[in-house]
């Protein structure tokens, strides 16, 4: 039997216990350390399963390169970034497959596991539930800053790092927390995607600006003109599903900032998102509580401005 509780990947049960879930994803460059590229990449597209609450089981290699421009040695290493990926989340790269392309790409198709009783779906969101975002934003707008060639040092630093960290960790918080509903937040930004999940959970969020975390020197690089045109698409149309009266455009942008390999954002019911915020924290996450949900409704999405990451 197939579902498809989740953004970008797709779910077989394999009996009443357990299910396969299967996703892909393809990038890009973003950087000009090739095995940096590979292991974001490899990073990235296992995101999907660690979202549903699931655990990659193994992994095949998506490949364009332009081989009379780009040695097969530099694509050694972006393989040998997957596999550094691969390894620090427990996954088996079990081969792969290569074509002829002008522009190099690079991604990989995960399977991985879930036990049914632990899926995370993106139509699971609950009233009451507080919202927790494990990530910070603002990988978009770095990006086309490094592009450009105007990203400072300690920015692209920075965003290595995120999206160099698996979301195991998140997942196993989210699962722990007693959570049901849960995306990544990817290409669609935190807008994008939290406008998936209040229309399929049938909710509304109350969203604090203020307390999503944000990459350091991203709203220098948002005043600055480096907005992907992908990050405006994102807010125009998340702008259908959106109250955000006194909110600077500038915020929102940042929260409608096209993501890769970025954080989980899941929702906690009980009184527990803050010990599940701690225990992010405690592992390095830069992580906060950023909203509320309420309803049952149509899915609205409030943006406020005036709160503090807790």
Request: hydrophobic share 45%; aromatic share 4%.
């Amino acid at each position: 039997m197939g579902a498809d509780p989740g953004d970008d990947a797709a779910v077989w049960r394999l009996d009443d216990d357990r299910a396969l879930v299967a996703t892909v994803d393809v990038i890009t460059p973003l950087v000009d350390d090739a095995s940096t590229w590979g292991r974001i990449a490899a990073t990235n597209a296992a995101s999907d399963v660690y979202a549903m609450g699931g655990r990659p089981l193994f992994a095949l290699n998506i490949v364009g390169w332009n081989r009379d421009e780009l040695s097969l040695d530099l694509l050694g290493d972006v393989l040998a970034g997957a596999d550094a990926a691969a390894a620090a989340g427990g996954w088996l790269t079990a081969g792969g497959h290569t074509i002829d392309d002008p522009e190099p790409k690079f991604g990989c198709a995960v399977i991985g596991e879930v036990r049914l009783d632990r899926l995370l779906r993106s139509d699971g969101l609950r009233p009451g539930d507080d919202l927790v975002l494990s990530k910070p934003l603002g990988i978009g707008v770095i990006s086309t800053a490094i592009k450009r060639g105007a990203a400072p040092p300690r920015l692209v630093e920075a965003a290595v790092a995120s999206m160099t960290r698996l979301n195991d960790v998140a997942s196993a918080v989210a699962v722990a927390a007693g959570a049901t509903g849960a995306t990544d937040v990817t290409g669609f930004g935190l807008l994008g995607h939290l406008r998936r999940m209040v229309e399929a959970s049938h909710v509304d969020v109350d969203l604090d600006a203020g307390a999503v975390p944000k990459l350091a020197g991203v709203a220098d690089l948002v005043a600055d003109g480096f907005v992907p045109s992908g990050t405006r698409r994102n807010l125009d149309w998340a702008a259908e599903r959106l109250d955000a009266d006194g909110v600077a455009e500038a915020d929102l942008l940042i929260l409608a900032d096209a993501q890769t390999s970025g954080g989980l954002l899941f929702g906690v019911g009980d009184g527990g998102a803050d010990a599940a915020v701690r225990e992010l924290r405690a592992s390095g996450h830069v992580a906060a509580v950023v909203g509320r949900v309420a309803g049952p409704s149509e899915g609205l999405i409030t943006v406020t401005g005036t709160g503090q990451a807790r």
